[in-house]
């Protein structure tokens, strides 16, 4: 929960537009090519919050981040299917080798190179141990991340998206500065009128409540605390850590075991990333700069309409998420 008492929302710049993401519901906005602004909103029942074993710490950081993954990618192909003009739409066989693709190269690169690569220098410098195993592992994954993320921040194509991206830690940040009233977005007469979700964000209320928010997030910062890219150097530093215990002697066996102490990692992983969002102080600060940093690469300024789509998609969710008993 927020200070304000309210849900901590997050999100994720897809293809044209944001995937917002609430304790409830999910809601996406695209802009489609004539320039509109498309939305559907979905419930989610969250995994984590089925029952008493998946609410342990780990294990709900373990299903919030598969269904986080699994949600996200979901979203990013009906982005895709909405953005693309009609004939250029993409085939949903082309969709999954991509997904399928940008997996194998994720294991290929973090788990398989750096073990690959800390073997050869172990031999070439005549080192040995776990911990020498771990760190020069550790060092390389972090190498790697930096380049791979230093490398598609300057690739023409993914420029929007990170625009999306900054303009979802914006709308975030905005709305969670100011006070928003789900209760206001329809005047009495439109919801005399009949409005209800499906025609929800084309009401005046809703419109002007869009357009306040957008503004305001204009002066917000692009830079989150609570963003997957923090998250992601925390993963390495938890690799660290978590593999100094696990360094079996084979090259096959490391692999193996890195691969499979995958669920583990990403489920310290996450606790930490909750813990650092909701404090303060030198320690957190120390922990949260390295992410934060690197946002400065994986988010660019949005423009005001891409930040009018990620308001609409926020303002959509938490239009359903007050309507939750």
Not at 134 to 144: C, D, V
Not at 180 to 204: C, L, M, Q, R, Y
Not at 292 to 309: A, F, I, N
Request: proline share 4%; aromatic share 8%; glycine share 8%.
């Amino acid at each position: 929960m927020s200070q304000k008492g309210r849900p901590s929302y997050g999100g994720q710049a897809v293809i044209e537009g944001v995937m917002m993401r609430g304790p409830n519901y999910v809601a996406l906005s695209v802009r489609d090519p004539d320039g509109n602004i498309k939305s559907l909103t979905k419930e989610v029942k969250s995994l984590s919050q089925r029952n008493g074993f998946t609410r342990l710490p780990i294990v709900r950081g373990v299903l919030s981040l598969w269904e986080s993954l699994s949600l996200g990618i979901g979203m990013l192909l009906q982005s895709a299917e909405i953005a693309s003009p009609e004939e250029e739409k993409p085939s949903d066989s082309s969709l999954t080798m991509s997904v399928l693709f940008a997996a194998v190269l994720a294991v290929g690169l973090f788990i398989v190179l750096p073990s690959f690569a800390t073997e050869w220098i172990m031999r070439t410098v005549s080192l040995s141990g776990g911990t020498w195993v771990s760190f020069i592992e550790s060092a390389m994954r972090l190498s790697i991340l930096v380049i791979y993320i230093l490398a598609i921040s300057q690739m023409k194509d993914i420029q929007r998206i990170l625009q999306y991206h900054g303009a979802e830690h914006k709308v975030i940040w905005a709305f969670e500065k100011n006070s928003f009233n789900p209760e206001e977005f329809v005047t009495s007469s439109e919801a005399a009128d009949g409005v209800g979700k499906s025609a929800i964000h084309g009401n005046n209320g809703f419109q002007r409540a869009v357009g306040s928010l957008a503004e305001k997030a204009q002066c917000e910062s692009r830079l989150h605390p609570r963003c997957g890219t923090s998250f992601l150097f925390i993963v390495v530093l938890v690799t660290w850590l978590v593999f100094l215990f696990v360094s079996p002697g084979s090259l096959a066996l490391r692999i193996a075991s890195r691969i499979a102490l995958l669920p583990l990692v990403a489920g310290l992983a996450y606790e930490i990333l909750r813990l650092s969002a909701r404090h303060e102080g030198i320690m957190w600060d120390i922990l949260k700069a390295p992410g934060v940093y690197m946002q400065k690469l994986t988010t660019k300024e949005p423009s005001r309409d891409q930040l009018e789509v990620a308001a609409t998609s926020l303002l959509l969710l938490v239009k359903e998420e007050s309507q939750v008993v």
